[in-house]
């Protein structure tokens, strides 16, 4: 069972040391919640579902650590820097055009949709903008609508 699990944790963290991390997790929380297997079922399926909430919480969490929120007299996130695997002259230069095609955004847009980028959910977003979650959810529809916009050179 330690295979199929191992395979997709380096399936989930494209690393043998974070797999490695995520299966032992995964197997502490299985036998810390087993009571809540219920007999008769796919085990390797409930393991594998808590094998890919965890990876998907601690990177939620991961991106939230680098996210820097000041208050003034409207919220900014700060520091976007979207990742990348090969950093190379011709990246860093797109990235710092976009990032300015996103600062460029009236702030009613950008502090919602970087937010979003951040990992924040849109509950939390509505309840840190205090602004409706339907507002939440179109100004980062907007604001993604305004960037394919602007942005069209990128596409490929």
């Known amino acids: 069972m330690t295979d199929i699990l191992g395979?997709?944790?380096?399936?989930?963290?494209?690393?043998?040391?974070?797999?490695?991390?995520?299966?032992?997790?995964?197997?502490?929380?299985?036998?810390?919640?087993?009571e809540k297997y219920q007999p008769n079922t796919n085990f390797k399926a409930w393991l594998q579902t808590i094998m890919?909430?965890?990876?998907?919480?601690?990177?939620?969490k991961a991106k939230r650590a680098n996210t820097v929120v000041t208050t003034r007299n409207d919220v900014e996130v700060l520091d976007?820097?979207?990742?990348?695997?090969?950093?190379?002259?011709e990246s860093t230069l797109?990235?710092?055009?976009?990032?300015?095609v996103i600062e460029a955004l009236s702030?009613?847009?950008?502090?919602?949709?970087?937010?979003?980028?951040?990992?924040?959910?849109?509950?939390?977003?509505?309840?840190?903008?205090?602004?409706?979650?339907g507002t939440v959810k179109s100004r980062?529809?907007?604001a993604k609508q305004s960037l394919m916009e602007d942005?069209?050179?990128?596409?490929?």
């Open 7 to 34: 395979y997709f944790a380096i399936g989930l963290t494209k690393n043998q040391e974070d797999a490695e991390d995520l299966l032992q997790e995964t197997m502490v929380k299985a036998i810390t919640y087993q």
């Open 52 to 60: 890919k909430n965890t990876f998907i919480n601690d990177y939620r």
């Open 80 to 89: 976007f820097v979207p990742a990348a695997v090969d950093l190379t002259p």
């Open 94 to 100: 797109e990235t710092k055009e976009i990032n300015k």
């Open 107 to 133: 702030n009613n847009l950008r502090v919602p949709f970087t937010m979003h980028l951040k990992g924040f959910k849109y509950h939390e977003i509505a309840e840190h903008l205090n602004i409706p979650i």
């Open 140 to 142: 980062i529809y907007l």
């Open 151 to 156: 942005l069209k050179g990128y596409r490929n």
